[in-house]
């Protein structure tokens, strides 16, 4: 079984899903609830309709598709990056209960992929097409209970996690940043 982890789109993506620094008491807590729910419930209740067949089997995979962005706070996407988080961490605890049962749960937190939604038309060596993805990540099942995926997100998960928190907390909030302006003046020209 395979829980994509559906996230709730802020308008479009390619930029739109970026708030500004201190909004979120301005956001509306429907929104906050609904993303939450919409995010993590989904992947929560598909998990517990499959298990007890796997259960049943003995066997099974449950692989889980978080982000990169709940690998560590991610600035002007915390929300976004907090649930995909929840996701790594529920998965990783279940991957501890169930593997002596015959059953593999991995989280799977990709970095960019190109798509249409990620606004990204031209797989390069670190945003991969889809399939080129899902080939490499498929083969990671039954190897880790945690993966990035592909080589190129795995070497970019190991710099991620060799440097201070601060330096890449700072460094995703600058990153961010540039993201977010570029589709403002995008959008600003239309």
């Given at each position: 079984m395979v829980?994509?982890?559906?996230?709730?789109?802020?308008?479009?993506?390619?930029?739109?899903?970026f708030w500004?620094e201190?909004?979120l008491?301005s956001v509306?807590?429907?929104?906050?609830?609904?993303?939450?729910?919409?995010?993590?419930?989904?992947?929560?209740?598909?998990?517990?309709?499959?298990?007890?067949?796997?259960?049943?089997?003995?066997?099974?995979?449950?692989?889980?598709?978080?982000?990169?962005?709940?690998?560590?706070?991610?600035?002007?996407?915390?929300?976004y990056?907090?649930?995909?988080a929840?996701?790594?961490?529920?998965?990783?605890?279940?991957?501890?209960?169930?593997k002596?049962?015959?059953i593999i749960?991995q989280?799977?937190?990709?970095?960019?992929?190109?798509?249409?939604?990620?606004?990204?038309?031209?797989?390069?060596?670190?945003?991969?097409?889809p399939?080129?993805?899902?080939?490499a990540?498929?083969?990671t099942?039954?190897l880790?209970?945690?993966?990035?995926?592909?080589?190129?997100?795995?070497l970019?998960g190991w710099?991620?996690?060799v440097l201070?928190?601060?330096a890449a907390?700072?460094?995703?909030?600058?990153?961010?940043?540039?993201?977010?302006?570029?589709?403002?003046?995008k959008?600003?020209?239309?």
């Amino acid at each position: 079984m395979v829980s994509p982890s559906p996230s709730l789109g802020w308008g479009g993506g390619g930029g739109s899903c970026f708030w500004e620094e201190g909004r979120l008491p301005s956001v509306s807590g429907c929104l906050v609830s609904a993303f939450s729910a919409i995010t993590n419930v989904f992947f929560l209740q598909m998990t517990r309709l499959v298990l007890p067949g796997m259960l049943e089997r003995s066997k099974g995979v449950v692989l889980n598709i978080s982000s990169a962005a709940g690998m560590y706070p991610t600035p002007l996407l915390t929300l976004y990056s907090a649930t995909k988080a929840f996701v790594d961490y529920f998965s990783r605890g279940l991957h501890a209960e169930y593997k002596s049962k015959g059953i593999i749960v991995q989280s799977v937190l990709p970095y960019y992929v190109a798509t249409k939604m990620s606004k990204i038309r031209k797989p390069t060596f670190d945003k991969p097409s889809p399939e080129t993805y899902v080939r490499a990540a498929l083969g990671t099942v039954g190897l880790q209970s945690q993966t990035n995926g592909c080589l190129p997100h795995a070497l970019m998960g190991w710099i991620f996690s060799v440097l201070p928190a601060p330096a890449a907390i700072n460094l995703v909030m600058k990153t961010n940043k540039q993201i977010r302006a570029r589709y403002l003046k995008k959008m600003k020209e239309k």
